[in-house]
């Protein structure tokens, strides 16, 4: 986990109302276009720097080909880039090999891969799937079918509204578990769990940890070999990449275990008119024309986080959400939700304006060209086991200055003000 180096004194010493540091908004092209835009839902999806845009356009323009089919250049080409691009995602997850990278096109994608191979292979009735209540629906809902399907149990650790688990919620893993599943960031709340922690637990009592790493990759620091994830999820698109490109990171060991998952062209071995024998991995898992822009794209991606620095990104990101934290919680008005004002969180806060539906909050404050989300983030069984019928969410980026956060609070006034509850 990286924290901000600097205390809060120190941090609130260098925060000025009056700050427009553009810093980090000259390569995305976004701002170009819509100047006076503040854009707090990266966590929804990222800006694109122009790195990423161009290599797209640069490899859509010189190099298009079909991967793996063709004997011309075009053909070779986009091979070799599908190629480095896996190669280039395992070095930058830290996994052993590339053949554990297999490209997807989301987090959601690659979560229903896990459970529709290892899930319906490996639980049988009787088992028990243990889930954080802070997960993503696509971290619930296909727990939920193997569950149904295989006769498993599901069940659900709790956290209080700050994110923290509950006391005993970890005991609920136990011998019968043989899948545990969380998001490393919560993109409700905004905790970091101790992903570490419930990796070993998991692995105590022998069930397999997978890991949601949706909120976290491009704003921590990812190694999976040190975590020993079993599967790690993630999409582009949250990390400054494209839509429509994930990455499913998988243990060697249990994806050649894995029976395939969509099946026909270019995951298979032979094919005879009654059987078929299949693709080693990771091709096993990529039916289809693959996605070579989109890997072009998140490659472009990494290189920019890998030139901004994940520990600079990091700092950044901790030290406007700890801003907005801290300027949120001075107003009676709001409440705010996840990790206490000092504590570590991810890139994000979400809170409530007393009297105002955060989707007139969220409206109004567009309005004024401040872009947040509003609702139950795909989260609604944790929104239910807090009693929170929905929040606004604002999340940050390397892209993203503390003078937004007071354009935020300032607009929050605004909306108070539309509504009657404050004059003048
Ligand atoms: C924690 C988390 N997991 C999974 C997802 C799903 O991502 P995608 O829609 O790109 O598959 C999201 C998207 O908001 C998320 O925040």
Redesign the pocket.
């Known amino acids: 986990m990286v924290s901000s180096n600097l205390t809060d004194t120190q941090s609130h010493d260098r925060l000025s109302t009056t700050d427009r540091d553009r810093t980090g908004q000259t390569d995305f092209p976004i701002f170009t276009s819509h100047p006076e835009l503040i854009y707090l839902d990266h966590?929804?999806t990222s800006q694109k720097p122009k790195q990423v845009i161009d290599a797209m356009s640069r490899y859509l323009t010189e190099s298009n080909g079909s991967p793996h089919r063709g004997a011309h250049k075009l053909s070779v080409e986009a091979t070799r880039l599908y190629d480095i691009g896996r190669k280039k995602v395992a070095a930058f997850i830290g996994a052993s090999r590339p053949e554990e990278v297999v490209f997807t096109k989301?987090?959601?994608?690659a979560l229903n891969l896990i459970a529709y191979t290892y899930g319906l292979s490996t639980v049988k009735a009787g088992d028990e799937i243990v889930v954080a209540i802070t997960s993503?629906h696509?971290?619930i809902v296909p727990w939920q079918m193997v569950a149904s399907r295989t006769g498993a149990t599901l069940k659900f650790m709790y956290v209080s509204p700050e994110g923290d688990f509950l006391p005993g919620e970890w005991d609920k893993i136990t011998d019968q578990t043989k899948l545990v599943a969380f998001?490393w960031?919560?993109?409700s709340l905004g905790v970091i769990h101790d992903i570490s922690g419930l990796i070993a637990k998991a692995h105590a009592h022998g069930a397999v940890a997978v890991v949601?790493a949706?909120?976290a990759v491009g704003h921590l620091p990812v190694d999976v070999c040190a975590l020993d994830a079993d599967f790690l999820v993630f999409?582009g698109?949250?990390m400054y990449g494209p839509t429509g490109i994930?990455v499913l990171y998988g243990k060697h060991a249990h994806l050649e275990a894995m029976p395939p998952f969509l099946t026909g062209g270019d995951m298979i071995e032979y094919v005879e008119e009654q059987s078929t024998t299949f693709a080693a991995v990771p091709e096993r898992f990529e039916a289809g024309t693959q996605h070579v822009e989109g890997v072009v794209g998140l490659m472009a991606a990494m290189d920019f986080i890998e030139h901004m620095g994940i520990t600079r990104i990091s700092e950044k990101e901790q030290r406007i959400a700890r801003y907005a934290v801290k300027r949120l919680s001075e107003l009676p008005f709001v409440r705010v939700y996840g990790p206490r004002e000092g504590h570590d969180r991810g890139a994000l806060v979400a809170f409530e304006v007393e009297g105002i539906h955060p989707h007139d909050l969220a409206s109004i404050l567009d309005d004024r060209g401040i872009a947040i989300r509003a609702g139950h983030?795909?989260t609604q069984p944790l929104m239910k086991s807090l009693g929170i019928m929905a929040s606004c969410r604002a999340s940050f980026s390397i892209y993203n200055h503390v003078g937004e956060v007071d354009a935020l609070v300032e607009g929050l006034h605004h909306a108070r003000r539309i509504f009657g509850y404050e004059h003048g």
Do not use: Y
């Open positions: 966590a929804a989301n987090a959601t994608e993503h696509s971290n998001p960031v919560s993109n949601d949706a909120q999409s698109h949250k994930g983030h795909c």
